[in-house]
């Protein structure tokens, strides 16, 4: 019979509305799992950057204490040219050197010192980014497994409701109206059939016409909406008011 035929397929379509969340949550996992291995990844590729890091700056520190060391012994040397300084020319020549050398001198002091400031802090960076890859490796693990479990999980309770359907399709004695409602579904973001209880669509929410929507009261046959497409059916057939 038609009533039961639609009373059938409306728990059908219960079932597919309750699997197709579930199948989403199933396709998030493997996005989840890639999401923990690729912070993990950044993680440990944070910690290489400020090996890297450290490493150029102990470079840096290397070449300026060595023109730091070339300029005081530009200054030891001037200090002793000017022991022996033998006309006023020779003289200011040398001072303007010395002063210059002890800019110099200063500048790279300056540049040390802050060179040393970005090696103590990129250290400390290096040792809590250390420090704290042990929990997150075993955070990510432990995540991976909690999503793997789900996944399980949720691939049971789809077979399940698979089942169910299954079971309640052989009831259904229009073999062509279930074929029908899967095209639909698929066509028409999950939802075959629509529930109406006054001349609208349920689906695309568009006014049925008044002999469409009276045809659908009836219940002598299968009426589509002429918009969506999707399969119609009255309220008080499915819930009995």
Known sequence: MLESDLKYLYEIQKLDIEID????????????????????EKHKSSIEREKNNISELNAKKKESSKRLENIITGLKKNLNKGKSVTSGREGE??????????????????????????????????????????????????????YNKKKKELTKEIEILDDKKKRIAVHIEDTTLIKKYERIRLNRDGIGMVMIEKPICGGCFVKLPYQLYSDVKLNEEIHYCEICGRILYWKGHIDGK
């Not at 969340?21 to 993990?40: C, F, H, Y």
């Open 21 to 40: 969340g579930l199948k989403e949550n199933l396709e998030s996992v493997p996005k989840r799992i890639k999401q923990l291995t690729l912070d993990l």
């Open 93 to 146: 020549a040398l001072l303007n050197e010395k002063t210059h050398l002890e800019k110099d001198k200063a500048m790279y002091e300056d540049r040390l010192q802050e060179l040393d400031d970005s090696i103590k802090k990129g250290k400390l960076n290096l040792s809590n980014l250390e420090d704290s890859l042990g929990d997150v490796i075993k955070s990510t693990e432990e995540d991976i497994k909690l």
